[in-house]
């Protein structure tokens, strides 16, 4: 069975900082593995992917994202966090044509 | 290229009404999908359709039916409303790139039941 874990709800970086959303996951075969992003009020558009072509993969806005299969993560980063990063992240695997979300985190990006 | 879209965007209904939310894509997905979004519980899958004419439960499809009219329409409907269908509804189409599948997501509907 394929599953996604988030830790954390709820991160709170200042402008600038470091912003790191955690993410595990947990599946019986290589696992394709997603980003998303949910500004208020909105769909969920994707930040990156992982496909096995690279452990560390860039997204959009700056964000990356890298593939540890010894530690089952996908962490995604940014090294300096901008007032509209804030929103909800949510991490997601994908195996065949099923989806897999975490429960999301929210980010909140203090001026 | 509109990409996925919804209607209605919002919705209030009372216990025991009944209503259709809609979905279309334009861009030539064979899957598709409906999600429920709550606070504290991600996306959790109520029905998929993998291609047109065919149609699968997900996590939570109690009080839910599904009808994939054609290619690019997928409708959800619920046939007697109640307040814990309460919830943003998210619609979504898939397409293949070589071994993986990526999803697009309409903005949503958001259900009031009262």
């Known amino acids: 069975a394929q599953s996604v874990t988030q830790l954390g709800s709820h991160v709170s970086v200042s402008e600038g900082a470091l912003v790191l959303l955690r993410c595990n996951y947990s599946s019986s075969v290589p696992p394709y593995l997603f980003w998303y992003v949910q500004y208020p009020n909105q769909g969920l558009q994707l930040l990156l992917k992982y496909t096995s072509a690279a452990t560390l993969v860039k997204g959009i806005n700056g964000f990356e994202a890298e593939f540890k299969k010894s530690e089952t993560s996908f962490h995604l980063t940014k090294p300096s966090a901008h007032m509209s990063d804030a929103a909800e992240y949510f991490c997601a695997v994908n195996t065949g044509n099923q989806f897999y979300f975490g429960t999301g985190t929210s980010l909140t990006v203090i001026p | 290229n509109a990409g996925v879209t919804q209607t209605p965007k919002f919705q209030v209904l009372k216990t025991g009404q009944s209503m259709t939310l809609q979905c279309a894509q334009d861009m030539n997905h064979n899957s598709m999908y409906w999600y429920r979004q709550d606070p504290g519980m991600g996306l959790r899958l109520i029905y998929y359709?993998?291609?047109?004419?065919?149609?699968d439960k997900g996590e939570v499809p109690n009080g839910y039916n599904v009808s994939r009219l054609n290619k690019r329409e997928f409708s959800l409907r619920l046939e007697s409303a109640a307040p814990s269908q309460t919830s943003v509804y998210f619609c979504a189409s898939s397409a293949r790139t070589g071994s993986v599948y990526e999803q697009y997501f309409g903005p949503g509907t958001r259900l009031t039941v009262t």
């Open positions: 359709s993998a291609s047109e004419g065919t149609t």
